[in-house]
């Protein structure tokens, strides 16, 4: 029983490990560290659950729910430890390792997204993720007509971001 949960765990590592890691860095403006520390969270929550996973869903939708409550829970647990003012934290910019996240237009995307809200945020990562309307309406709970109307808005309000930044 033992090998095949470890087995089962690293097939499932290996073929959501990129997914998940887009979805950290959408959350946390492109910082690679503490992207990277929430893929380890996420994936030790996978382990932990492992065993208590009903097949409801398929194992990529169990993790995004895991991934996007991960990353809910490390903002909100940011917020309430904040000792720096926002604006201070906000012009800060992390320096990434991770290749892709060096590239300047990744950068200010993942900036841009990282001022969205919340639930937009994590929208808009699935759909960098291609994923189709249905599995996200899934996974947040809304009508695949709805989801696409948010897109369209999330994509409106990104380029806006953008070109505010790029005023400045």
Not at 80 to 104: D, G, H, M, W
Not at 117 to 138: A, F, G, H, P, W
Not at 149 to 158: A, D, P
Request: glycine share 2%; hydrophobic share 35%.
């Amino acid at each position: 029983m033992k090998k095949s949960r470890t087995k089962l765990f690293e097939t499932i590592y290996h073929q959501h490990e990129s997914m998940v890691l887009q979805m950290c860095l959408g959350f946390v403006k492109g910082d690679n560290d503490i992207a990277n520390d929430l893929l380890q969270e996420v994936f030790i929550s996978v382990w932990n659950n492992l065993e208590k996973f009903k097949g409801a869903s398929t194992y990529k939708t169990w993790i995004y729910r895991i991934t996007v409550n991960t990353c809910l829970q490390y903002i909100k647990k940011e917020k309430k430890e904040r000792t720096y003012p926002i604006l201070e934290i906000e012009n800060q910019t992390s320096v990434a390792n991770n290749e892709n996240v060096t590239n300047p237009n990744i950068q200010r995307l993942y900036n841009a997204i990282g001022q969205l809200k919340k639930i937009d945020r994590l929208i808009i990562m699935m759909v960098l993720e291609n994923q189709d309307y249905d599995s996200i309406s899934e996974i947040i709970g809304i009508k695949p007509m709805n989801v696409r109307v948010k897109i369209h808005r999330i994509k409106k309000r990104l380029e806006t971001i953008s070109k505010n930044n790029n005023n400045e």
